[in-house]
């Protein structure tokens, strides 16, 4: 059977062609000389949004909302994730438990 001449495959000298594409690609950084500019400059005719104090309502009806999108979605969430092997009835009792803890503080 007759030999068979094979290239070198030497990595000192590869053929550029051959190189992949992410070498070529230079790594991209943030432009570190771009301009800043302040938030006065770039909107200097809009009004200070100004903080409110949520009340004590706001925050009643905000903790039954979040109850009811978790009672309606949570367990679905914990079933297609697969860390969590814990049945419906033991993930309900324990975000009722976990509300509770919320309501109190």
Same mark, same amino acid.
């Given at each position: 059977?007759?030999?068979?001449?094979?290239?070198s495959?030497s990595?000192?000298s590869?053929?550029?062609?051959?190189?992949p594409?992410i070498?070529?690609?230079?790594?991209?950084?943030?432009?570190?000389?771009?301009?800043?500019?302040?938030? &006065? *400059?770039e909107?200097p005719? /809009?009004? %200070?949004?100004?903080k409110?104090?949520?009340? #004590?309502?706001?925050?009643?009806?905000?903790?039954?909302?979040i109850?009811?999108?978790? &009672? *309606?979605n949570?367990?679905? /969430?914990? %079933?297609?994730?697969?860390?969590?092997?814990? #049945?419906?009835?033991?993930?309900?009792?324990?975000l009722?438990?976990?509300m509770?803890?919320v309501?109190?503080?």
């Open positions: 059977m007759p030999g068979v001449k094979r290239e495959t990595t000192s590869p053929d550029p062609d051959l190189e594409i070498k070529k690609t230079p790594p991209s950084t943030p432009n570190s000389k771009k301009a800043k500019t302040t938030p &006065k *400059e909107t005719n /809009k009004p %200070k949004h100004t409110q104090s949520w009340t #004590e309502d706001e925050e009643i009806v905000f903790t039954e909302l109850g009811e999108v978790l &009672k *309606e949570l367990y679905a /969430k914990i %079933k297609l994730d697969g860390r969590l092997q814990r #049945e419906s009835p033991a993930v309900t009792a324990h009722k438990a976990f509770n803890k309501k109190r503080v």
